[in-house]
């Protein structure tokens, strides 16, 4: 059994002239939760399509638990479930109907059936809407019952193209507990998502992608990691001069420093040495009223690799 | 993917098509109203525009006036009331009537002499098509009328043999023409609908994504839009049989050509819809599909009758095949050229041919782009 899950070697997509997905290449093992993050139209979706076989590259490959999704998609459906941004669900047929609906596609033994849907709509707290037209739920609820019916033929890889998107935040936690028990079951797990609090409690490894380009691939915490070590939001009185911020920016240990709001934001790497320096060079200049150290975010990341915000 | 495997997806996925047509009443009672409504327009059509209202004035009861009467009633393109001058006049006037035919108070007299008659005709030359049925069908009558009454003074005879063993009348041809566009139109509206309601609501992805071929969830969707579309075909054909009494010669037929237009058309719904992708976008696509078909297969007699350029296009149509056929099943004759193995072997091919372009359509790659 090979250990990859999902390999993209050089993968372009394109439609016209417009170039989708740039030369993208990952690889995703087996038993691991990997997150594609990147804002909107950045190419998550597109290269979810690719993967499930439902959008062809106009370059590179694309395997999946070793099977060539171009050449032969249909070898390995069964073994894939995909949770689609727009859900999918057939919303005047009943919850039970779209999941009995799921189950003749792919051929889950009729036998136990009825046990295996109402284990699962009990776990996502949908067991008594199972008689429910799709159309009353809300969209929390329809996330769920979306991931319900990709489990339904316990797929070996699951594709969730964006779990948090329309869903309130108990609706969003559920998920994302439910997404943490696959993890914990050894499932491989392929998420897209522009939430980076998603990214950070989900994924093992997460692929940041900007215009279709693969900006940068590690776990999140070495992501924030290669950003600095350590944020200092220091308040100063007066606000901070140009001077001030040039002089702490050239500081040996100094990743960053950006003034705003009467702030000094400075993203250091090395430790309380590098702190002990920044806040020496700032009292020299100013007086201190306020600091405060903590580990950098990923939307900080997400800004210095690609110069925008997430979400703008 | 075994046949247990593909037979268990046909049915789920007609089964579900079943479903949501039926709890989208709007579709379900479109798919079923316009094949009707397209009907009985199109008959009401055919018996307007067949016989022209005529109003005469009998100023002469004689035999020979009544002979004369007789004779334009035969012509077949008049629809003959008497009428007493002043309510003919009225008529005339108030638009009822196309034309008023006075037979004058000598007329028995006057024929019987040899001498000339002649018969007042008012005609409402508004439109040029019914006052030409006047200008043909006069000297028609009066022609018919001088052959029955003195028929040793009328020496040129027609002897007409005929090449069907019966005849059948405008309308009863016409409708069974028109019986055969209805079920198209209700098999692409139901088809169309149906392919297209996947992609409106984004469920495609949930088909394209299952682990069996496209062509069994295209056979899926054919037949799942089958049971609707069978639906409409009895109700037209309950109106052609029941209300227009037109009866067929073979209802086998009817029914084994009836489930195969029902089979080519679906498949052709299903691809339009499949190419449109929009439920709005379906509905006028199809009637727009049937109308110009509709008149270049051959509706009103055989297809190669119409002409070079109209009897080639008529040539490639599937509606020329499958009224032909049905024209063989409800009057008993073949009116194309073509023998009914034909008719079948086109409709068989073209279902098949349609249900394979579909599959190709209704790829994978075509879903997201």
């Known amino acids: 059994m090979t250990v990859t899950a999902i390999e993209l070697i050089g993968v372009t997509k394109r439609f016209g002239s417009f170039t989708a997905i740039d030369n993208l290449s990952v690889r995703v093992e087996r038993g691991e939760v990997f997150g594609l993050l990147g804002p909107n139209g950045s190419g998550k979706t597109t290269t979810i399509n690719m993967i499930s076989g439902l959008s062809r590259p106009t370059a590179g490959r694309v395997t999946v638990l070793g099977v060539d999704m171009v050449a032969d998609p249909q070898r390995i459906r069964r073994s894939l479930g995909t949770v689609p941004q727009e859900n999918a669900l057939y919303e005047e047929l009943t919850a039970e109907a779209n999941l009995r609906f799921h189950a003749d596609l792919f051929d889950v033994p009729r036998k136990g059936l009825q046990e295996r849907i109402t284990s699962l709509l009990e776990l996502a707290q949908l067991e008594e809407r199972r008689k429910s037209r799709v159309s009353t739920f809300s969209g929390g609820m329809k996330r769920r019952l979306a991931l319900v019916r990709a489990l339904l033929h316990d797929p070996e890889l699951l594709y969730f193209d964006e779990p948090g998107l329309g869903v309130d935040v108990q609706s969003r936690r559920a998920l994302w507990d439910r997404i943490l ?9 392929l998420i897209t998502t522009n939430y980076l609090e998603e990214a950070n409690v989900l994924c093992d490894r997460l692929a940041i992608i900007d215009r279709g380009r693969l900006v940068a691939l590690d776990s999140p915490s070495n992501l924030r990691r290669s950003f600095g070590d350590t944020v200092l939001d220091i308040r100063t009185q007066p606000a901070p001069t140009e001077d001030l911020v040039r002089e702490v920016r050239a500081l040996q240990g100094v990743v960053s420093a950006i003034a705003s709001n009467g702030s000094i934001q400075v993203t250091v790497e090395g430790g309380g040495d590098v702190t002990g320096k920044v806040v020496t060079a700032v009292v020299a200049s100013t007086s201190l009223e306020e600091i405060q150290s903590r580990e950098p975010s990923l939307d900080e990341v997400f800004l210095s690799l690609t110069g925008k915000e997430l979400r703008e | ?23 989208e009443p709007l579709f379900a009672i479109a798919g079923l109203i316009i094949p009707i409504n397209f009907l009985l327009l199109f008959l009401l059509f055919a018996l307007s525009g067949g016989q022209a209202p005529v109003a005469v004035v009998m100023n002469d009861p004689g035999p020979l006036a009544g002979q004369f009467l007789q004779a334009m009633n035969n012509s077949q393109s008049f629809f003959i009331h008497t009428a007493s001058s002043a309510d003919a006049e009225r008529e005339i006037r108030a638009g009822s009537v196309v034309a008023v035919v006075t037979v004058p108070q000598d007329f028995d007299a006057a024929v019987s002499a040899g001498t000339r008659v002649d018969i007042p005709v008012e005609v409402n030359n508004l439109n040029v098509d019914f006052t030409n049925d006047i200008r043909r069908a006069l000297p028609l009558s009066i022609t018919s009328f001088y052959a029955n009454a003195f028929p040793e003074q009328v020496v040129v ?21 028109i019986v055969v566009a209805g079920l198209m139109l209700a098999a692409l509206l139901q088809g169309s609908v149906n392919a297209a309601r996947d992609y409106e609501l984004g469920t495609v992805k949930e088909l394209a994504l299952a682990p069996v071929s496209r062509l069994t969830i295209g056979l899926g969707k054919i037949l799942g839009s089958a049971a609707l579309t ?59 599909c049937v109308l110009p078909l509709f008149f270049l297969s051959g509706p009103f007699g055989p297809a190669n009758w119409l002409g070079a350029v109209p009897g080639a296009i008529a040539a490639v149509s599937p509606l020329t095949y499958a009224i032909a056929a049905f024209q063989h099943a409800f009057h008993g004759y073949q009116t194309a050229t073509q023998d009914l193995a034909v008719d079948t072997l086109v409709l068989a091919g073209f279902t098949v041919l349609t249900v394979v372009i579909t599959a190709l359509v209704f790829g994978r790659r075509g879903v997201a782009r």
């Not at chain 2, 993917?1 to 709890?23: E, F, G, K, P, Q």
């Not at chain 2, 005879?157 to 023409?177: C, I, K, M």
């Open chain 2, 230 to 288: 069978a639906a409409s075909a009895v109700l037209v054909l309950g109106v052609v049989i029941l209300l227009i009494g037109v009866h067929p010669l073979h209802p086998w037929e009817v029914l084994g050509f009836g489930l195969l237009m029902i089979a080519a058309f679906l498949a052709l719904g299903v691809l339009a819809g499949t190419l449109v992708r929009r439920r709005q976008q379906a509905i006028p696509l199809a009637v727009a």
């Open chain 2, 1 to 23: 993917m075994s046949l247990r495997h593909n037979l268990r997806v046909v049915r789920a996925v007609a089964a579900a098509d079943i479903r949501l047509t039926l709890r």
């Open chain 1, 181 to 189: 028990e696959l993890k914990e079951r050894g499932s491989t797990v």
């Open chain 2, 157 to 177: 005879r027609a002897l007409e043999s005929d090449v069907q063993a019966h005849d059948t009348g405008y309308v009863p041809y016409l409708a069974v023409s």
